[in-house]
């Protein structure tokens, strides 16, 4: 029996909230992630899991030896990662969590170009809006937006994060350009499904401040969706620059109210101090730096190979 292997399913198990999913990121079938748990069970002569017809929930017993098993597996990864210190050449797996849009439009194409320099490194990229545990879920780094509360974490700062509110021309002619933030409610606005619970950016107009019309036209859990919508003419939109870049530069949107804009959020790049020596990463952190970073690291230096 692989304990080691029990204990990573497990783990998995835990953290992706049912067998299924577990099998999902780890590649296997849902068959074989219940004879791995089986295994565990069997040999400790305990149940870990309460199985029920709808979730599969921690036992008493489960749950404590949850926790040993995730500083277990880290104390693994620690030994395998200081063999992969002593090598010059970056090498192995680097797994990398990035928010979905930022990532898709950006950091997947920079992890696409550093993979095509390093042959020898492997990249899991997890794009989520989620904040990952590093060390807990087995990430080497993560970029996030907004403010850093981990001062444990080395934090490279990156491009901030901007939004842009635009529409296509022919909703222009059709209803006018809006100036102020209190235009809007003359307008057909676009709105992402998650402002509706108020969770979104703030506008300014002089000293007020006002929110994204909470009835929209139309609302979408995806920003891409709402950003197909203004492209044929529906309405006014607000998302981030990054996702709206081509768009604008070719004219097929035009931005407005710009004086009203968000005040544009903090990125950085983040990654466990006792991480930084690993190649694979120092590597990939000054890929990213030198093409996203920006003046003024206050919270850490970049890793050293």
């Given at each position: 029996m692989?304990?080691?292997?029990?204990?990573?399913?497990?783990?998995?198990?835990?953290?992706a909230?049912?067998?299924?999913?577990?099998?999902?990121?780890?590649?296997?079938?849902a068959?074989?992630?219940?004879?791995?748990?089986?295994?565990l069970?069997?040999?400790?002569?305990?149940?870990?899991?309460?199985?029920?017809?709808?979730?599969?929930?921690?036992?008493?017993?489960?749950?404590?030896?949850?926790?040993?098993?995730?500083?277990?597996?880290?104390?693994?990864?620690?030994?395998?990662?200081?063999?992969?210190?002593?090598?010059?050449?970056?090498?192995?797996?680097?797994?990398?969590?990035?928010?979905?849009?930022?990532?898709?439009?950006?950091?997947?194409?920079?992890?696409?170009?550093?993979?095509?320099?390093?042959?020898?490194?492997?990249?899991?990229?997890?794009?989520?809006?989620?904040?990952?545990?590093?060390?807990?879920?087995?990430?080497d780094?993560?970029?996030?937006?907004?403010?850093?509360?981990?001062?444990?974490?080395?934090?490279?700062?990156?491009?901030?994060y901007?939004?842009?509110?635009?529409?296509?021309?022919?909703?222009?002619?059709?209803?006018?350009?809006?100036?102020?933030?209190?235009?809007?409610?003359?307008?057909?606005?676009?709105?992402?499904?998650?402002?509706?619970?108020?969770?979104?950016?703030?506008?300014?107009?002089?000293?007020?401040?006002?929110?994204?019309?909470?009835?929209?036209?139309?609302?979408?859990?995806?920003?891409?969706?709402?950003?197909?919508?203004?492209?044929?003419?529906?309405?006014?939109?607000?998302?981030?620059?990054?996702l709206?870049?081509?768009?604008?530069?070719?004219?097929?949107?035009?931005?407005?109210?710009?004086?009203?804009?968000?005040?544009?959020?903090?990125?950085?790049?983040?990654?466990a101090?006792?991480?930084?020596?690993?190649?694979?990463?120092?590597?990939?952190?000054?890929?990213?730096?030198?093409?996203?970073?920006i003046?003024?690291?206050?919270?850490?230096?970049?890793?050293?190979?």
């Amino acid at each position: 029996m692989d304990k080691l292997r029990n204990m990573e399913v497990m783990a998995a198990v835990v953290e992706a909230g049912s067998f299924a999913a577990a099998a999902r990121q780890l590649g296997i079938s849902a068959v074989m992630v219940g004879k791995h748990i089986q295994q565990l069970e069997g040999h400790l002569g305990a149940r870990l899991f309460q199985r029920s017809t709808r979730q599969n929930s921690l036992t008493e017993v489960g749950a404590a030896f949850y926790e040993d098993s995730k500083r277990v597996l880290e104390q693994v990864r620690w030994a395998e990662s200081a063999v992969e210190r002593s090598r010059a050449v970056p090498q192995g797996l680097l797994r990398v969590s990035a928010p979905f849009t930022l990532g898709n439009h950006v950091i997947a194409p920079l992890v696409a170009d550093f993979l095509q320099r390093h042959e020898q490194v492997r990249v899991d990229l997890q794009l989520t809006d989620s904040v990952v545990d590093l060390a807990g879920e087995g990430f080497d780094v993560a970029v996030r937006i907004g403010k850093v509360s981990d001062e444990g974490l080395v934090a490279r700062p990156l491009r901030p994060y901007r939004m842009v509110i635009a529409a296509a021309p022919a909703y222009l002619r059709r209803h006018g350009t809006p100036e102020r933030a209190a235009d809007l409610a003359r307008h057909q606005c676009l709105s992402h499904s998650v402002w509706q619970r108020r969770v979104e950016w703030t506008l300014r107009d002089g000293n007020e401040e006002f929110f994204w019309p909470e009835h929209a036209r139309l609302t979408c859990n995806q920003g891409d969706g709402l950003r197909q919508a203004a492209l044929r003419g529906l309405g006014l939109i607000m998302q981030p620059e990054v996702l709206l870049a081509d768009d604008l530069a070719s004219g097929a949107l035009v931005p407005v109210m710009q004086p009203c804009l968000p005040v544009a959020r903090a990125v950085h790049l983040v990654y466990a101090p006792d991480r930084r020596q690993l190649p694979k990463l120092a590597r990939f952190v000054e890929h990213v730096v030198g093409v996203l970073g920006i003046a003024g690291d206050a919270k850490g230096a970049a890793p050293q190979a």
